[in-house]
């Protein structure tokens, strides 16, 4: 595994690997809390 993180680091490719993981924990982020506010939505709806 020490290898393979030598390799992505001489070669500048780790900065994709961050840049990739990155994106996908912003996508993830980006839709529970939009899922979030739906549900506060609905639930002020059912309270009213």
Known sequence: MNQ???ILRQDG???VVVAVIGVVLA???FYL???GSRVN???RRVIE
């Open 13 to 15: 490719k780790i900065w």
């Open 4 to 6: 393979l993180a030598e």
């Open 27 to 29: 996508g993830w982020l």
């Open 41 to 43: 939505k609905v639930k």
């Open 33 to 35: 809390l939009r899922i």
